[in-house]
Every structure is written in C-alpha cells, then in structure tokens.
C-alpha cells in the first residue's frame, strides 16, 4: 500500500478506527533545525473580508448538511459541515480564506486540489471565489459520498494518486499534518507537492498547541503537532528549492486564553479514556457538546470578533499556523 493509500481524511488519523482516537499521546514538542524564515508582506494573506467570508461560505455549509442528512459521519475531527463550534468555524474558514487571498496574489484561478478535504464545503467556496475546478481528496467513503452529493460539480477521489502531478494551481491541507506521525509527514508533504504546478501554491495549516499545559491540546488523534519552526522544517525539506513562508493568525478564534489553556489538555484526555466506553452514542454527544461550547462561551463573555490577522511566525501568541510552499516557474 502506498503513502497516497493511507492519506488521512481530516477527520480521524490514518489507522484509527472511525470516531476513536488512539489512547497514546505523543510529544507536540520538537527541536528543529531549520529557523522560520522572516516572510515577504508581498505573500502575507490580507483575511480582511473574513466577516464577509463567513456570511458567504453558509450556502455552502448548508449543502454539506443538506447532503449528509441523518446520517453519520465521523464526527471526531470537527468537521464544519458538522457540529463544530462557533470558534472552529472562524478558525477553519480563516485558514481557507488565507489560501484564497494567497491564489488571487498569485493569479492562481485554474484549479484547486484540497486533500483531507472532508465534505469539501469550504474548498468548494474557495473554488467559487476563484473561479477554479475542484478537486477533492478523502480517504473517507462516507465523507465523499457527502461531497459528491453537495457538490456534482467535483472531482472527488479516494486517493491523491488519482490526481496527476504538477496539474493544480492550489494544493492545500487544512488541519491535516497534526494528524500523521512524524516519521511520515516528508512523504505526505512530498507528494503535496508534487501535484502543484510550476509558479503554484501549497498552503498548509496547522494549530500550534506549544501554549497549553505540557505543549498539548491532549487531543489524541493529534499525533504530529508542530510549532513554527518545526512547520517550516517539513515543507523546507519536501521542497528544498521552494520559497516557504509560515504565518501565524492572530485574533480571538486563534486566542488561547488562561482557562482554556489548562482545562482543555484535561477534558480531551478525558474524553479519549471515557469515549470509547460510550460506544455508538458517543457522536449523539459531540453535537449538543459543541452547541453547550458556544452557549456557555456566549454567556461567559463578548462575541468572538471575526478579525484576524496573519503575522510572520515568530510574532504574536496565536494558535493558527499557515504555511505557503511557493513553487517557482521553473521547478
């Protein structure tokens, strides 16, 4: 079986049961050699329209749901065509939203290609805002059938050697690296970029869990967490003759607050011990748990503001990191 077989969907890690974490944590924490390059504003995403971003992505998030129906799909990986929260919600559309603004810079408006992609809602967006052809890839059968379903306009495929190298403008993976061990990020990096065509771009994003207690959110399909340097280490050596730029987002949906930063490591570790105890209605539970989220942070304070703002990585305390693998014209 190749790497390409047993690309992860962004919803659970490669080899894990559907819904079920693995019951070990390994260690977020790195020292990697490659320093974070300082970046070019020329390649800083602008996200100056995420409030307008969120309201245009609903259609698209509706469709998902409208797809999915009653059925059940792996809920585990806080999929926003799911139960996701408010937060999630503004974290994940402001990761598309810097990889829409970095294509229209870079003219890109032929192709986009998101692997680990989910039901695709927000690529789909994506895909709309630059007038793209869409491409989908998902380890997961359920999860395409979803996608397929919202949106017949896609190609979606069960694998990313069903997709041929160097042929898509913008190649992303949203929330996916923190989901494959380190031993094999290179490879899967690797092949991302070998489908993104010369003068391309892939865009990578990550959270950065270094802040939390003991350098983990506790989540346990998180088994490859990186922080800046260690995200610019990978897609330095999967294209060591490309321009890489890694951003950290800073703003309330990326802001790790004093609480949140002690209970969370805690309340994951104790769902991954209790989860599985729970058996089939464990996935009842994540979506009134998320609504219960937004209601008690609703309660507990303002409104999370839809601002957000990329700076170079070695700035600034929040916990959304994108990186961009500039592939140059003659590579």
Request: aromatic share 4%.
């Amino acid at each position: 079986m190749t790497l390409d077989d047993a690309l992860p969907s962004t919803l659970r890690p490669a080899g894990q049961p559907t819904g079920w974490p693995r019951a070990s944590l390994l260690p977020c924490a790195g020292d990697p050699p490659i320093t974070v390059t300082p970046p070019s504003d020329a390649h800083r995403p602008t996200l100056d329209d995420l409030a307008k971003a969120l309201d245009e992505v609903q259609p698209y998030l509706e469709a998902a749901r409208t797809a999915l129906g009653r059925g059940y799909v792996n809920y585990e990986g806080g999929d926003v065509g799911g139960h996701s929260t408010e937060r999630s919600l503004f974290r994940h559309v402001a990761n598309y939203l810097a990889a829409a603004d970095l294509a229209q810079t870079a003219g890109l408006h032929d192709s986009v290609l998101d692997v680990g992609s989910g039901t695709g809602a927000l690529t789909a967006w994506v895909a709309g805002r630059l007038g793209a052809e869409l491409h989908l890839v998902d380890r997961d059968p359920g999860v395409r059938r979803v996608a397929l379903s919202a949106f017949p306009h896609a190609h979606v495929h069960a694998t990313l050697d069903e997709v041929p190298r160097a042929t898509v403008g913008l190649v992303t993976a949203m929330e996916v690296i923190e989901h494959i061990s380190p031993d094999e990020q290179h490879t899967f990096v690797t092949a991302l970029v070998s489908r993104v065509e010369p003068g391309g771009l892939l865009v990578v994003s990550t959270p950065d869990e270094s802040g939390y207690t003991g350098g983990s959110s506790g989540y346990a399909p998180h088994i490859g967490c990186l922080d800046a340097p260690g995200l610019q280490t990978v897609l330095q050596n999967a294209a060591p003759t490309a321009q890489v730029t890694v951003w950290r987002l800073e703003g309330d949906p990326f802001h790790l607050g004093r609480v949140r930063r002690l209970v969370q490591p805690v309340a994951n570790r104790l769902w991954t011990a209790v989860g599985p105890l729970l058996g089939p209605v464990a996935h009842r539970i994540a979506g009134p748990a998320a609504s219960f989220a937004d209601l008690a942070r609703t309660h507990a304070g303002p409104e999370l503001a839809p601002e957000v703002r990329a700076l170079p990585a070695s700035e600034g305390s929040g916990t959304g990191l994108v990186g961009v693998v500039h592939v140059g014209a003659g590579q």
